[in-house]
């Protein structure tokens, strides 16, 4: 990774932003804490993120993602009200043993998430076959018959310039000539 057009090792990276986390947040009380994985070896090495919600800044790296570690980080800044994290049951647990005071919510990223892919199997074919449809069969019949419609003018049009091009070629002008 380069910064400034300086390379800069992984290592320095995370050094750097747990000494500005220490100073940050060293006279601060935390009330909303963000909670989540994040890797450091590609599908090998997970660490835990902590991030201080209202200000927006990371707050600790954890060197793990076990249920003791976030659970005792926790129990340690016994001021926080809020978890925010993800469905996964690991944090949901180092939440109820290490802030049983603070309320556990999901994370924006991942209700965008849930919603995308409820959204994704509604408009599926495996979605629709449930009878749940979005759409009233008329508007589906609607769009079906306006894209029909789209396509048969796209292609009248294509053909009336092929049209076009194959009269002149028969008067004789080629490609290049002006017309």
Known sequence: MQRLGMPVND???LRQLKRDAEVAHRNSELRVV????WSWRRATNYGTIMVDLERRSVVDILDDRSVESAAKWLR???SIEIVSRDR???YAQAAREG???AQQVADRFHLVQNLRS???EQMSLSGRATGRAILPEDAIVDAATHRRRARLAHRQSRQ???DMLHALRQ???SIGAEI
């Open 171 to 173: 008067q004789g002008l």
């Open 160 to 162: 009336e310039i092929f």
């Open 11 to 13: 290592d320095t990276i």
């Open 34 to 37: 963000g909670i989540d994985d």
């Open 118 to 120: 409820a959204i994704e």
């Open 99 to 101: 802030a049983p005071q």
């Open 88 to 90: 996964c049951g690991l």
């Open 76 to 78: 340690d800044r016994p």
